[in-house]
């Protein structure tokens, strides 16, 4: 039987969406590792639905990109999830003024970020919050998607999805259309705001609503026309948007290859039938063109 004592609890790292994250040590095996303890309900059962189904899907979810789960059991009235302890995240690598991304560093990050992501779909699993805090590092510069806490398999029958779970800066157009049934396509949509941001080292779309966040990815790519996406007045919130004419690549990411623009011109596609496939996007030319993407054991990380 597991008991928490197992484990030394060293410093908070952090507060997330269920409850406190420590860092602690496992004295079995000497490991650092993260512990996240979720609070859960007054019922009895104790049972969290969302906790069961992060515990669910990260147990079938095993690949070098993507967290392990190591540990998991209740203690004193709370759950407690044992991960691998990971160094740093892609936002603070991103933030540090100190720190130069070459073009093959924010390939090779980026990757990984789809490698990992391809294994969630593969397995109908859908990340729906992927932005660069959930993406962690690890020492040996590994880049592991992590926070599966809103994630859930889609193409359940009958079942509508929350719409509102995406950090509003990554979400994808037809999320904020309101629509109920959607697909990987809002986990491509925000891995292409990630690439724009590693390119421009700023949030790409940065709305203050969600409202907002319509005009500002029409403000850079365009109002969408029925052509692009025949679908769209059909989306529960659909509203007319005053038409804007779309900017060029080569202005929204002055920094970019022209092999870098052709991906994330695929990635903002606004109909998500037609908007390119983590497998399609790890199999463009950006991947295999010169500069290649750098080892991940020689990317910068903060100091
Ligand atoms: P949120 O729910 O807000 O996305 P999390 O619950 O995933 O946040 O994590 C809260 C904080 O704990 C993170 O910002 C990060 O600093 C830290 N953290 C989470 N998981 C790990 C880990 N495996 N290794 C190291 N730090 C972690």
């Known amino acids: ?99 130069f991304l070459s073009p093959g560093d924010i390939k090779s990050y980026f990757q990984m970020t789809l490698k990992g992501l391809l294994v969630c779909h593969k397995k109908w699993v ?34 509508k999805f929350t719409h509102q779970v995406f950090a509003r800066w990554y979400r994808a157009p037809e999320l904020l259309f309101g629509a109920k049934q959607y697909g990987a396509g809002v986990d491509v949509w925000a891995a292409g705001c990630i690439l724009a941001e590693l390119l421009n080292r700023r949030p790409f779309l940065q709305g203050d609503s969600d409202i907002d966040q319509l005009g500002k990815i029409f403000q850079k790519l365009g109002t969408p026309t029925p052509s692009q996406w025949p679908d769209l007045e059909w989306l529960p919130d659909f509203v007319e948007y005053s038409s804007q004419t779309a900017q060029p690549w080569r202005k929204l990411c002055p920094t970019a ?20 496939t983590v497998q399609q996007a790890l199999e463009h030319r950006y991947f295999t063109s010169v500069p290649l993407p750098t080892d991940p054991a020689k990317l910068p990380r903060p100091a």
């Open 257 to 276: 290859s022209d092999d870098a623009l052709d991906l994330l011109s695929k990635l903002f596609t606004y109909d998500p039938k037609t908007r390119i």
């Open 126 to 159: 859908l990340h729906r919050d992927m932005k660069p805090n959930n993406l962690l590092i690890g020492s040996n510069g590994q880049l592991k998607l992590a926070d599966f806490g809103l994630a859930r398999i889609f193409g359940s029958p009958g079942r």
């Open 1 to 99: 039987k597991k008991v928490a004592d197992r484990y030394l609890k060293r410093e908070i790292l952090g507060e997330g969406t269920y409850g406190v994250v420590y860092k602690a040590i496992d004295t079995k095996t000497g490991q650092t590792v993260a512990i996240k303890k979720i609070r859960l309900g007054k019922q009895k059962e104790g049972v969290n639905f969302t906790a069961l189904r992060e515990i669910k899907l990260l147990k079938e979810l095993k690949d070098p990109n993507i967290i392990e789960l190591i540990d998991a059991f209740p203690h004193k009235g709370n759950l407690h999830l044992v991960f691998e302890f990971m160094e740093t995240d892609l936002e603070a690598v991103i933030r540090d003024p100190n720190i």
